[in-house]
């Protein structure tokens, strides 16, 4: 496809439980990132993949929460033992060249997820 | 610690009205972007400013990146319902992880 996708789109799940969610950037973008966006707040980081470098996991929340990005393609994020504060839109987005003054992010739509 | 402060955070005019909305930083960026998100989508990039004093123009949109690269601005001229949205402002230097503003809401009145 064109674009970034994510999957699930829609993910209710019972507090307690284990999640994972999926990214699929744009081909051939070096940088990945993951946001969290709580209803009607800004972005929150959570992690950044660059090329083959170790992620920057600065944004991660907690150890609940970790993020994989295989053959520097797919990005799969996990949270385990879901807490109902961890209900939001998470949000990936990809970028061509993350050495380029440019960096221009792509968005996918997002993932929101309901922790009951 | 890199930081983006954006103002206002909320904002609420008529149709029709001007309005100007701001990004600041203590910190140098290579450049700032901006971004307009609606609601249950992912936010798409408007434009990338990279020089300083830089102006840029989409339609109604005028974006100016301050002369020392710390600072934009985003001005509407006779703002429309489908400019609703939030607005977001990214610095980004190359290498570093692209740092975003909380955002300003905006909300036109028809």
């Known amino acids: 496809g064109a674009g970034v996708s994510q999957s699930p789109s829609n993910k209710v799940t019972e507090k307690g439980k284990d999640v994972e969610l999926r990214c699929d950037p744009i081909?051939?973008?070096?940088?990945l990132y993951w946001y969290r966006q709580s209803l009607g707040q800004g972005l929150e980081f959570l992690i950044y993949?660059?090329?083959?470098?170790?992620?920057?996991k600065s944004g991660l929340p907690s150890d609940r929460f970790s993020a994989e990005r295989t053959g520097g393609s797919v990005s799969t994020l996990t949270i385990q033992r879901t807490q109902q504060e961890d209900s939001a839109v998470y949000l990936c987005?990809?970028?061509?060249?993350?050495?380029?003054?440019?960096?221009?992010?792509?968005f996918g739509p997002g993932t929101r997820l309901t922790v009951l | 610690t890199q930081l983006l402060e954006q103002s206002p955070q909320f904002l609420s005019i008529q149709e029709g009205e001007n309005l100007t909305v701001y990004c600041n930083s203590s910190?140098?960026?290579?450049?700032l972007q901006w971004y307009r998100q609606e609601p249950g989508e992912g936010p798409v990039l408007l434009v990338t400013?990279?020089?300083?004093?830089e102006v840029k123009k989409l339609k109604r949109l005028t974006f100016q990146f301050g002369d020392a690269r710390k600072d934009s601005s985003l001005h509407i001229t006779a703002a429309q319902p489908g400019d609703t949205g939030l607005y977001l402002c990214?610095?980004?230097?190359?290498?570093?992880?692209?740092?975003f503003g909380k955002g300003t809401r905006l909300h036109i009145l028809p």
């Open positions: 987005a990809s970028s061509r060249d993350y050495a380029s003054s440019y960096n221009e992010q792509f």
């Open positions: 081909s051939g973008h070096t940088a």
């Open positions: 993949f660059q090329g083959n470098s170790a992620p920057d």
């Open positions: 910190s140098v960026f290579s450049s």
């Open positions: 400013v990279v020089t300083g004093g």
């Open positions: 990214a610095g980004a230097s190359p290498g570093d992880k692209i740092i």
